[in-house]
T-cell receptor, first 115, second 115 residues
Framework: GAVVSQHPSRVICKSGTSVKIECRSLDFQATTMFWYRQFPKQSLMLMATSNEGSKATYEQGVEKDKFLINHASLTLSTLTVTSAHPEDSSFYIC???????????FGSGTRLTVV | AQKVTQAQTEISVVEKEDVTLDCVYETRDTTYYLFWYKQPPSGELVFLIRRNSFDEQNEISGRYSWNFQKSTSSFNFTITASQVVDSAVYFCALSEAGRDDKIIFGKGTRLHILP
């Protein structure tokens, strides 16, 4: 399957600042990537579908102006949490879809803590 | 709309016991994919299995086995002779092919294997 690199693995930021999380597909050209958020002891909730070269599709209830997604190339999608607040503290995970075999590969996740 | 239900929030068994994790799904599509993932404390998602809706054969991989029954919309996962290393959160997930391809996760089952 695809190899996905997510960076950073952990980040602590001050309230009001912005944080960028990168998701790279190292060996596969990904036209579609997904971003999930997971609060402690909860499930993975899909935030948005990132499409290369076009606007991301956000799930209901996810603020697109707060969670900016950019998928400028076939190997990189970024999620920027703007004006972060403590309630944005969570585990963020990206996923790459391989349409040839309907496989999904997940990044190792980013643990965001907003203080 | 697609939905995945994992009714068991938390399970504890003694090592070497067999344990079955339940998964019930809802979908209107005739073509879909079902998945099981393992999430150890590190947070990384470990892919276990993918099954398409046209393949109802049960599968066995070492101590792991899966029982897919379309008649009851279930895709249960059994661990035989459990080990402490099996302790993790297990997620069942569903993707409807041909739509937006996104994966929707169940709430997960936290499995504790006691020594």
């Amino acid at each position: 399957g695809a190899v996905v690199s997510q960076h950073p693995s952990r980040v602590i930021c001050k309230s009001g600042t912005s944080v960028k999380i990168e998701c790279r597909s190292l060996d596969f050209q990904a036209t579609t990537m997904f971003w999930y958020r997971q609060f402690p002891k909860q499930s993975l909730m899909l935030m948005a579908t990132s499409n290369e070269g076009s606007k991301a599709t956000y799930e209901q209830g996810v603020e697109k102006d707060k969670f900016l997604i950019n998928h400028a190339s076939l190997t990189l999608s970024t999620l920027t949490v703007t004006s972060a607040h403590p309630e944005d503290s969570s585990f963020y995970i990206c996923s790459v879809q391989d349409r040839t075999n309907y496989g999904y590969t997940f990044g190792s996740g980013t643990r965001l803590t907003v203080v | 709309a697609q939905k995945v239900t994992q009714a068991q929030t938390e399970i504890s068994v003694v090592e070497k016991e067999d344990v079955t994790l339940d998964c019930v799904y809802e979908t209107r599509d005739t073509t879909y994919y079902l998945f099981w993932y393992k999430q150890p404390p590190s947070g990384e998602l470990v892919f276990l299995i993918r099954r398409n809706s046209f393949d109802e054969q049960n599968e066995i991989s070492g101590r792991y086995s899966w029982n897919f029954q379309k008649s009851t919309s279930s895709f249960n996962f059994t661990i035989t002779a459990s080990q402490v290393v099996d302790s993790a959160v297990y997620f069942c997930a569903l993707s409807e092919a041909g739509r937006d391809d996104k994966i929707i996760f169940g709430k997960g089952t936290r499995l504790h294997i006691l020594p």
